[in-house]
């Protein structure tokens, strides 16, 4: 059962009217007790602030917004952000961990930051990032593009995606479009609605039941349209025309086919004959073993509102939202109704037939939101969307905190079952923020130069604020103060609605009612500045190379120059130097070729006790000979912080490495999140950036180009990749597939090997054990060998950290120096389990 948060109340207003803001930032911030990134000065300059009554749905929207910077993802300097789904990265994931299906939800959310550059770049990762996989599952890209560029105002950014939204849409039709039934068509699973009530009447309950969808066929109405608004905005008459008859087309389809009068609802329609007698063409339940049922109703059926595609006429649906019989739940809503025959609350992921699946709630809010706006009716009150709302707020509960995983018990709002280690953590595949926006607040994007207003707050709230929007280029505030006491006081404002435009009253109302208000032309936007990331390593290249002094074995380098960082305890995404012993350490990058850098980023971690921000540090750079101290340092903050970002600034040098060294307080040592180089490579020219020139320094690499180093195995498991032991990519979690293993062999000891091609001196050996808690695990014990030109010989050791094979850990050993051909580690399996690696390095020296 979820718990309520217990935020103290402080009033926080900020009374210079000079100074442009409505809120105390700083004070709103301090009121959670629970934030993980406590980088205040990055949420004060880029996200909009919110004060409601409501502490938990206050609670809830900065929560998501700290989501927000788990998920951020810099992939490397060519390709810049993007955002994930999960924690980790999945096998089903496109490059850098990115996955297409919440791409919508996300967009909606981060269209609100107040950093273009993050906007912009995840807006072209989908379409100049080879292996980003823009159609991996259904999602409304185009309308997203349209959808951020009502936010922005800038004609620039929308000119700037309107070919990649063409591309896309292209895509679907040569992939998906139906020509004989005038619709597109795919199944549940590729909605991101696994075993859902349709593909559970197939052979393929999983991912069974292709068909004619409301998902879909909405996601591409609004496509349609999105372009076609966008070439009109752009004066190209003729796109237009040719989406809009698109857009129309389909919309009618959806309504003629997908629409049940007698059901008054929206439905999957089955695109081919399935088992006992379900009929091609048929809705769900209107043939089939449930054939008449009064059922079959999805929350799906409510997508077509998400995007303003129905008739007014078709409202009688949202009869059924509210009513607990049906979907209405006190944590859900359900995504199948209550009495449906194949209603399911599933104990496990991932089962479409009943829990409450936030990427559902989001779509139906959304929905929800634009019919209010936009259609006159009266089966369901603003008071429902609020009382939705706050379930849903409520619903990011565990342990007393804020939080979210993939599905919710809609009975008692427990993430049990969908809540999987290092996968689902903090799941960003939902939306919320858009939510209080949008809808609570009711600030509705639109393309000309105004400002709309409609708030969905309930009657009785005395104030709201939101505060510090990035909206057509303009700083917009809106405020609700009824008896004008509590933002007013002191400041000149007036009671009532108060819309702020760059801190100047542009409109007011002594009551809440819907607004719309001349703006004026869109401010110009400053271009967006793109430095590098120079330390960046997503793996499959041998540089950059993070190496540290000491690393304890469960935190190795690699967690710190992977374009993530987050502060949980577990799991970890850091480098730490615990049980060093040493009073300092060091962590360095060798980009391989010299950079220009001119700032470095140390996100400090700090757990409160055993590992804390250093007690100081310096930053250094590699002249060629040396390791020289940074000079005229800028640092923000002045003293080492943990759990945000410690920004070096300085004139730009230009270097190969660069190194943190640490200086541990006592009785504990220090670790990052994560640390990055910033500097401008390319120029004006925006041209590719040099290539590491240096010779790899894990001689073991191959970038998958064939020739040497080349890897070989007595056994290799059909179900992993032999490549994945030496591509410089590590990953540990369960559904990663980027290992080597020896599952299924028939041995009970087997090796793997590297040919170098020629003799290399071998002084350190690397390996990164995985264990999944069920078949694969790291082994009971390893041998390393060398060939000694006629036998393979067993390596000297000088020492092996940790003693025992540890599986999620780097296990290093170091020998005494060999001058050889080939390196072989021979592996005793820990029975019944099998011995798994995601990855083997080879070093030549020390440090």
């Given at each position: ?45 880029k ?64 269209r609100?930051l ?15 990032t ?98 076609s ?23 009618q ?29 048929s809705?769900t ?21 998400q ?42 992921c ?42 849903y707020?409520?619903?990011h ?112 109302s ?33 540089y ?7 690393s304890?074995?469960?935190?190795p ?14 799991p ?16 360095a990058?060798?980009?391989?070729v ?9 996100y ?85 950036l ?10 073991a ?71 999944d ?38 296990n ?36």
């Open positions: 059962m979820r718990t309520r948060l217990i935020i103290p109340v402080v009033l926080a207003i900020v009374t210079a009217c000079s100074r442009g803001s409505v809120l105390d930032k700083q004070q709103i911030l301090d009121r959670q007790t629970w934030w993980d990134n406590r980088d205040w000065d990055w949420y004060e300059a996200i909009p602030f919110f004060e409601s009554p409501n502490p938990e749905i206050d609670a809830t929207y900065y929560y998501r917004w700290e989501v927000v910077t788990k998920h951020l993802t810099y992939g490397s300097p060519e390709t810049g952000y993007t955002f994930t789904e999960f924690i980790d990265r999945p096998f089903w994931s496109g490059t850098y961990g990115s996955i297409s299906c919440p791409l919508g939800h996300q967009f909606y959310e981060i609100w107040k950093d273009r550059r993050i906007v912009e770049d995840f807006a072209r990762y989908w379409f100049e080879p292996g980003a996989e823009p159609r991996s599952y259904s999602n409304w890209y185009g309308d997203a593009m349209w959808a951020t560029y009502l936010v922005l105002g800038d004609d620039r950014f929308i000119e700037g995606v309107l070919p990649h939204m063409e591309q896309q849409y292209e895509g679907w039709i040569a992939e998906h479009w139906d020509a004989e039934h005038g619709m597109f068509r795919w199944d549940g699973m590729h909605d991101g609605m696994e075993t859902n009530i349709n593909s559970r009447l197939t052979r393929d309950t999983f991912a069974g039941a292709e068909g004619y969808r409301p998902t879909l066929n909405s996601y591409l109405y609004a496509d349609a349209r999105a372009i608004q966008a070439a009109a905005l752009l004066g190209d008459s003729v796109t237009a025309r040719v989406y809009t008859e698109r857009a129309t087309a389909l919309k389809r959806v309504q003629d086919e997908l629409w049940d009068p007698e059901r008054n609802f929206f439905f999957h329609q089955f695109a081919v004959d399935e088992l006992n007698g379900v009929q091609a063409k809705l339940y209107q043939t089939g073993k449930y054939a008449g049922s009064v059922y079959g109703r999805e929350l799906l059926g409510y997508v077509p509102w995007f303003n595609l129905p008739d007014p006429g078709y409202e009688a649906a949202w009869q059924y939202l509210m009513d607990p019989e049906r979907f209405f739940a006190p944590f859900g809503p359900t995504t199948v109704e209550r009495h449906d025959p194949q209603f399911l609350i599933s104990p496990t991932c089962v479409w037939s009943g829990n409450q699946w936030p990427y559902a709630t989001t779509q139906t809010l959304v929905a929800f939101a634009n019919l209010l706006n936009n259609y006159e009716q009266s089966v369901v009150t603003k008071d429902d969307y609020f009382t939705l709302l706050e379930l707020a409520l619903d509960r565990m342990d007393g905190r804020p939080y979210i995983a993939e599905a919710a018990n809609p009975d008692n709002g427990s993430w049990d079952g969908h809540n999987t280690f290092y996968h689902s953590e903090h799941y960003l595949h939902s939306g919320f923020v858009d939510l209080v926006i949008t809808g609570l607040v009711g600030l509705r994007p639109r393309a000309d130069d105004s400002l709309e207003l409609n708030p969905l707050v309930p009657d009785d709230w005395d104030y709201f604020a939101l505060d510090d929007v990035s909206y057509h280029g303009h700083r917009i505030s809106i405020v609700w103060d009824r008896n004008g006491d509590r933002y007013g006081k002191g400041t000149g404002r007036a009671r009532g609605l108060t819309v702020f435009s760059d801190g100047r009253a542009i409109a007011n002594p009551e809440i009612r819907r607004m719309v208000v001349p703006l004026g032309p869109t401010a110009t936007a400053a271009e967006v500045d793109r430095p590098d990331n120079f330390a960046v390593n997503n793996g499959g290249r041998g950059p190379v993070a190496t540290a002094s000491y304890a074995p469960a935190t380098p690699f967690y710190a120059v992977d374009g993530n960082y987050w502060y949980h305890t577990s970890p995404n850091r480098w730490t130097a615990v049980g060093s012993g040493n009073a300092t350490d060091w962590f990058v060798d980009f391989g010299s950079r220009p850098i001119a700032a470095v980023k140390a400090f971690y700090d757990d409160g006790a055993e590992v804390l921000p250093p007690a100081s540090y310096d930053i250094q750079f590699w002249d060629g000979d040396t390791w020289v101290d940074v000079p005229r340092q800028h640092r923000s903050p002045s003293e080492p912080t943990g759990r945000r970002a410690n920004v070096v600034s300085f004139p730009e040098i230009m270097t190969s490495q660069i190194r943190l060294v640490v200086a541990h307080q006592v009785g504990a040592s220090s670790g990052v999140a994560e640390i990055e180089a910033w500097g401008r490579g390319r120029g004006t020219a925006d041209g590719p040099p290539e590491p020139t240096a010779a790899a320094r894990n001689i690499f191959n970038a998958g180009d064939g020739g040497f180093p080349s890897a070989s195995a007595s056994f290799t498991s059909p179900g992993d990749r032999l490549g994945h032991l030496n591509d410089m990519q590590i990953a540990f979690t369960r559904y990663s597939r980027n290992r080597w293993s020896g599952y299924g062999s028939p041995n009970t000891r087997d090796w793997v090997a590297i040919d170098f091609g020629t003799p290399k001196t071998v002084e350190v050996v690397d390996l990164y054990f995985y264990g808690g069920r078949g694969l695990a790291a082994p009971r014990a390893y041998v390393v060998q060398f060939w000694d030109g006629e036998e393979w010989t067993e390596a000297q050791v000088r020492t092996r950290r940790p003693e025992d094979p540890t599986a999620s850990a780097l290093r050993v170091r020998i005494v120096p060999v001058l050889t051909e080939r390196i072989r580690v021979v592996f005793e399996h820990d029975s019944p389990a099998y011995t798994g690696v995601s990855e083997l390095m080879i070093w030549e020296g020390s440090w």
